[in-house]
């Protein structure tokens, strides 16, 4: 296995299906690159999801689990045929357990050129505050 072909395997790891699920669509399904990051008292989650449209993008939270689902629909220019192909289609699916600091009913997701980016607030319960000490 050459190096190139090693980081192509690295690049698109494929989902495994959830237990007691199965796929309803023939095509595999790929775990897709994520960045985690914390502004103030907001955490982004940027999920890259190249080929889905923001209407095939589903964001569910069911108890403590947020699920992403991404459909791809495949792009083949009208009038040509196939000749050499890099990128697996394939749709993309990813789970994160959230903490209870999040606050549930406030986040937000938006999709721009391919990334899908969700902003989970802290919830106010969980934010950092100053205690005053007063002399005694």
């Not at 994520?34 to 999801?49: F, G, L, Q, S």
């Not at 069911?62 to 394939?90: C, F, M, Q």
Request: aromatic letters at 6%; glycine letters at 6%; a negative charge.
């Amino acid at each position: 296995m050459t190096e190139e072909t090693k980081a192509m395997e690295i690049e698109k790891q494929e989902a495994l299906p959830a237990e007691g699920t199965e796929r309803t669509r023939e095509c595999p399904c790929f775990v897709p690159r994520t960045d985690i990051y914390r502004k103030n008292e907001v955490i982004v989650v940027a999920v890259d999801m190249p080929g889905v449209a923001s209407e095939s993008i589903d964001v569910t939270l069911e108890k403590n689990v947020l699920t992403l689902n991404g459909i791809v629909a495949p792009h083949r220019p009208e009038g040509y045929s196939l000749v050499w192909a890099e990128y697996e289609d394939g749709d993309y699916q990813r789970r994160f357990t959230l903490s209870d600091e999040i606050d549930r009913e406030a986040i937000e997701a938006t999709v721009r050129d391919g990334v899908l980016r969700l902003h989970l607030p802290i919830a106010d319960a969980a934010k950092t505050r100053k205690i005053s000490v007063k002399a005694g």
